[in-house]
């Protein structure tokens, strides 16, 4: 069993920064990528960006190219998500998604980021 739980989400004025937690625990598992997904108020789910766990590649959303940057903790088995000069279109639940080894996806519960003066 792998669990994933995120955090660092909140209210945040436009040009601002929020940095996005999300730990996954549990036992004996191997992680091959971990990706930041959205989900907006009508249910649309689109990917942010991405990382895999091995080399470290990256991949982003054009929405977000420039302004946020992934990183991983491979110790920690933590993904980062640093968002800057955020925008009032960036306001949704962002979830953690991530491809487990020989067990499949898991995905986070989500937390919310809103952007608004």
């Known amino acids: 069993q792998v669990q994933l739980v995120e955090s660092g989400g909140g209210l945040v004025q436009p040009g601002g920064s929020l940095r996005l937690s999300c730990s996954a625990s549990g036992s004996n598992f191997s992680i091959y990528a971990m990706t930041w997904y959205r989900q907006t108020p009508e249910k649309q789910r689109d990917l942010v960006a991405g990382?895999?766990?091995?080399?470290?590649?990256?991949k982003y959303a054009d929405s977000v190219k420039g302004r946020f940057i992934i990183s991983r903790d491979k110790d920690k088995a933590t993904v980062y998500l640093q968002m800057n000069n955020l925008k009032p279109e960036d306001t949704a639940v962002y979830l953690c998604?991530?491809?487990?080894?020989?067990?499949?996806?898991?995905w986070g519960q989500g937390t919310q980021v809103t952007v608004s003066s």
């Open positions: 990382i895999t766990w091995g080399g470290g590649s990256t």
């Open positions: 998604h991530a491809d487990i080894i020989k067990i499949g996806a898991r």
